[in-house]
């Protein structure tokens, strides 16, 4: 299995962008996906998560309102779409995928780093101010 990030970039605040995250050795269809990002100097925090159903999302509090995380199963790709960015969103992004038996009982209550099995090696977000 192997995920694979794109998208990040250097961009102004204020500014946005779409991470995607694709797969190959496994199928998002039916699978929890997250996404985490790491700023330097600090611990991997999730930003936004999805249960099986994409009726059960969460998003930590930073970013709730500018982010938005969706799956487009024919594609088998996930994304990030990243809106009004601060400088303090700059960090590495990790896409991340949960199996089905912990993504149907998704609650949206947080990302919980343990359940996902699955990452990508991340990709760059700086925002200059």
């Known amino acids: 299995v192997q995920l694979v990030e794109s998208g990040g970039d250097l961009v102004q605040t204020g500014g946005s962008l779409r991470l995607s995250c694709t797969a190959s050795g496994l199928t998002f269809d039916g699978y929890g996906i997250g996404w985490f990002r790491q700023a330097p100097g600090k611990e991997r925090e999730g930003v936004s998560c999805?249960?099986?159903?994409?009726?059960?999302?969460y998003y930590t509090e930073s970013v709730s309102g500018r982010f938005t995380i969706s799956r487009d199963n024919a594609k088998n790709t996930v994304y990030l779409q990243m809106t009004r960015l601060k400088p303090e969103d700059t960090a590495v992004y990790y896409c991340?995928?949960?199996?089905?038996?912990?993504?149907?009982?998704?609650?949206?209550?947080?990302?919980?780093?343990?359940?996902?099995?699955?990452w990508g090696q991340g990709t760059p977000v700086t925002v200059s101010s």
């Open positions: 999805m249960g099986s159903s994409t009726d059960s999302t």
């Open positions: 991340a995928a949960s199996p089905p038996w912990i993504a149907t009982v998704f609650s949206g209550d947080g990302c919980k780093e343990y359940e996902y099995d699955w």
